[in-house]
C-alpha cells in the first residue's frame, strides 16, 4: 500500500516511520547522453563563424561566401613546408622586397650629400638637405658637372692642344718626344752601325773571350775560388824525415771495451763560425779533421799539441761534408759554393776539384781499396753522381730520390749503397747500376739525414727527425728493427751525426740542445748524457783507438774531446 502511494506522490506518514519525505518521481523512458550532441551543435556553430585554414586540402562543412574570400589571419613560419609564407620566401628568414635604388645611384647620391650636402630623396619627387648648397649647384651630382663648368673646361682643352701641337714642331720639347716616341712592341730602326773606337774594339774582344770561356766551362759550373792553405805546425817533417801526418808508432788500442767518457779534456776552437762535421784520421786517430761554415778546412792534432796543424782554404760558402780516403793521405770537401774538392792532407794541395752546378750534400770514396779513385756525391737536385777522379768524368748517375740527397751509406762488402734524402725514404742501390733494388718508404717515416754502419755491419742506425734512431737491417730485406729504437733526444731539423762505439756496444748522437747521448747497445736504455755546447751539438764521432774517447763538434765553433 506505502509503494502504491509513492508512485501517486503523496506523503506517507506511519507511526514508526521518520518525519515526512517526498519521494522523486520516476520515468520509464531510457535516460540520454547529450553532452556529444551538444559538442556537434556548438561545433558546426564554431565552424560557420571561423575562417577556413588556406592550408587544409578538404572541407568538412559547406563554408559560406563570406568564409571563402576572408583575408588570412595570424603569422605564418617562414619555414613552413606549405602555404604562402614558403612560396614568397627568397630569403633565408623570409621575404625581403627589392630595394627600389640600384647601387650606382645609392653611391651617387651617398658622395653627392658628403660632398655638397644634399641628396636626392630616392622617390625622385624632393631632395633632402641643404637648399642652399642645392640652388648653388643647380642641384648636380658629383658625378655630373655643372653646365658653365662644362664651356669652360672645353675652352681650356681646346687651349691646351693648341700649345702642345705647337711645342710638337720643336725637337727639344718633350711634347715633340711624345709625339714622336715609339711603341715598345713596334721594331728597332736599322742603324747604320758606324766605325768602333780603339777601346770600344778591345772591350768587345775581352768580351767574346770571357763569353767564350764561360761557354767552355759550362754555366753550371760552381764558384771558383783561390786554393790556399796555411801550415801552423813547427816544420814539416821530424828528424828521422817523417810526415807531420804519418801516426805515431805506439798508437795502439789497449783492449777491446770501451767505456762512456766522463770529463772534458781539451777544447779545440779556431772556427769563428759553427763546425759543422768532424773525422778522425782512419785507423790511428792522431788527426782530427773538421769542416766549418767559415769556409775553411781545418786538422788538428789529437795526442800531442792539440794544436791546428793545418789549414785549408778554397771553399767561398759554407762547408758541407768531409770524408777521408783510407790511408788519409787525401781526404774530399763538399761546400755549399757547389764544389766538391780533394786536397793533399799532407800539403794541402788541391788536386782536383768537381761540380756540377747543384749543392752537394754528402761525399763519399768508395771503401774499397782498388776503388779508391771513385768520388759518389748526393746532390741537392735529387741525383746521385759518381766521378772517377783520375778522369774527372762522370760515370755513372743515379737518379731516382724525389728530394735532396742526404747521406750515402756502404754496406754488404761495399757490393751496395743505401741512400736517404728529403724524401723520407731509403733507397738501397747496387754499385755501378742506376737502378734501385730496395726501396723503404711507409706513412710514418720521416726524413733521415745521417746514417751510421754498426761495427758488425749487420745493422745500420738512422737518425729520424721525429727524434728517434732507428735500426735496419744490412742483410737482403733491410727490415727495420722494430725491438730496437734510440730515444729520448731532440732531433727535430737537425742533421746530427749518429755513430757507435768501435766494440758496438754503445749508440751515440748529438742533439739540438747540445747535448751528447750515449745508449747501450743491447736494452736500448740511455746511459748517459753530456752537456757539451751551446746550441747544436751536431757531429759526433769516437776515437777508433781510444776506447773512451769522444769528440763532438757544434754550431758555437768549438770541437770538443772527452774522455
Known amino acids: 500500500m506505502d509503494l502504491i502511494q509513492s508512485y501517486d506522490g503523496e506523503t506517507v506518514s506511519s507511526p514508526e516511520s521518520s518525519p515526512p519525505r517526498m519521494l522523486k518521481a520516476k520515468s520509464s523512458a531510457p535516460e540520454v547522453d547529450d553532452t556529444a550532441l551538444a559538442l556537434t551543435v556548438s561545433t558546426s556553430n564554431q565552424s560557420k563563424s571561423n575562417p577556413i585554414n588556406p592550408t587544409q586540402h578538404a572541407v568538412a562543412f559547406n563554408p559560406t561566401y563570406d568564409q571563402l574570400w576572408a583575408p588570412i589571419y595570424g603569422p605564418a613560419h617562414p619555414y613552413a613546408k606549405d602555404g604562402i609564407a614558403q612560396g614568397m620566401r627568397n630569403h633565408k628568414l623570409g621575404f625581403v622586397e627589392d630595394a627600389s635604388i640600384g647601387s650606382f645611384v645609392f653611391d651617387e647620391q651617398y658622395s653627392t650629400f658628403q660632398k655638397f650636402g644634399y641628396a636626392a630623396d630616392p622617390s625622385g619627387l624632393n631632395y633632402v638637405g641643404d637648399a642652399a648648397a642645392l640652388k648653388d649647384n643647380e642641384g648636380v651630382s658629383v658625378y655630373n658637372i655643372k653646365q658653365s663648368d662644362q664651356k669652360r673646361r672645353k675652352v681650356e682643352e681646346k687651349e691646351k692642344k693648341e700649345e702642345v701641337e705647337a711645342e710638337a714642331e720643336n725637337p727639344a720639347t718633350e711634347a715633340w718626344l711624345l709625339k714622336n716616341r715609339k711603341s715598345p712592341w713596334s721594331r728597332k730602326k736599322e742603324v747604320v752601325q758606324g766605325e768602333l773606337t780603339e777601346e770600344q774594339k778591345k772591350y768587345a774582344e775581352d768580351h767574346a773571350k770571357k763569353k767564350e770561356e764561360k761557354s767552355q766551362q759550362g754555366e753550371a759550373k760552381g764558384e771558383h775560388y783561390a786554393d790556399k792553405s796555411t801550415f801552423h805546425g813547427k816544420e814539416d817533417k821530424d828528424y828521422q824525415g817523417r810526415s807531420w801526418i804519418e801516426p805515431p808508432k805506439d798508437a795502439k788500442a789497449n783492449n777491446d771495451h770501451c767505456y762512456i767518457p766522463k770529463r772534458l779534456v781539451h777544447t779545440w776552437s779556431g772556427h769563428t763560425k759553427g763546425v759543422s762535421a768532424i773525422r778522425f784520421f782512419p785507423k790511428q786517430g792522431h788527426l782530427l779533421l773538421s769542416a766549418g761554415m767559415d769556409c775553411k778546412v781545418k786538422i788538428w792534432d789529437v795526442y800531442n799539441s792539440g794544436k791546428c796543424m793545418r789549414t785549408y782554404m778554397g771553399h767561398g760558402k759554407a762547408v758541407r761534408d768531409i770524408c777521408f780516403s783510407n790511408d788519409g793521405t787525401k781526404f774530399l770537401t763538399a761546400g755549399y759554393d757547389k764544389n766538391i774538392k780533394y786536397w793533399d792532407t799532407e800539403t794541402g794541395q788541391v788536386i782536383s776539384t768537381f761540380s756540377t752546378g747543384k749543392i752537394p750534400y754528402v761525399v763519399k770514396l768508395n771503401p774499397d ?195
Not at 456 to 483: C, H, V
Request: proline share 3%.
Open 369 to 563: 781499396d782498388d776503388k779508391q779513385n771513385i768520388l759518389l756525391a748526393g746532390m741537392s737536385d735529387k741525383k746521385i753522381v759518381q766521378w772517377d777522379i783520375n778522369s774527372g768524368e762522370i760515370t755513372q748517375e743515379y737518379d731516382q730520390h724525389l728530394g735532396a740527397v742526404n747521406t750515402i751509406t756502404f754496406v754488404d762488402n761495399n757490393r751496395r749503397f743505401v741512400t736517404s734524402s728529403d724524401d723520407k725514404s731509403l733507397r738501397v742501390w747496387e754499385f755501378g747500376i742506376p737502378v734501385v733494388i730496395k726501396y723503404i718508404s711507409e706513412p710514418h717515416m720521416h726524413s733521415m739525414p745521417a746514417i751510421s754502419v754498426h761495427p758488425n755491419g749487420k745493422w745500420l742506425a738512422a737518425q729520424s727527425l721525429d727524434n728517434q734512431i732507428l735500426i735496419y737491417g744490412t742483410r737482403e730485406r733491410f727490415q727495420l728493427n722494430k725491438k730496437k729504437r734510440f730515444a729520448g733526444h731532440i732531433v727535430a731539423g737537425y742533421a746530427c751525426q749518429v755513430n757507435f762505439s768501435p766494440d758496438g756496444r754503445f749508440v751515440m748522437s748529438g742533439d739540438g740542445e747540445g747535448k751528447c747521448w750515449f745508449w747501450d747497445w743491447k736494452s736500448c736504455k740511455v746511459f748517459k748524457t753530456l752537456r757539451c755546447h751551446n746550441g747544436v751539438c751536431i757531429g759526433a764521432e769516437w776515437h777508433p783507438l781510444e776506447q773512451s774517447k769522444v769528440a763532438t763538434c757544434g754550431w758555437d765553433g768549438l770541437i770538443k774531446y772527452w774522455d
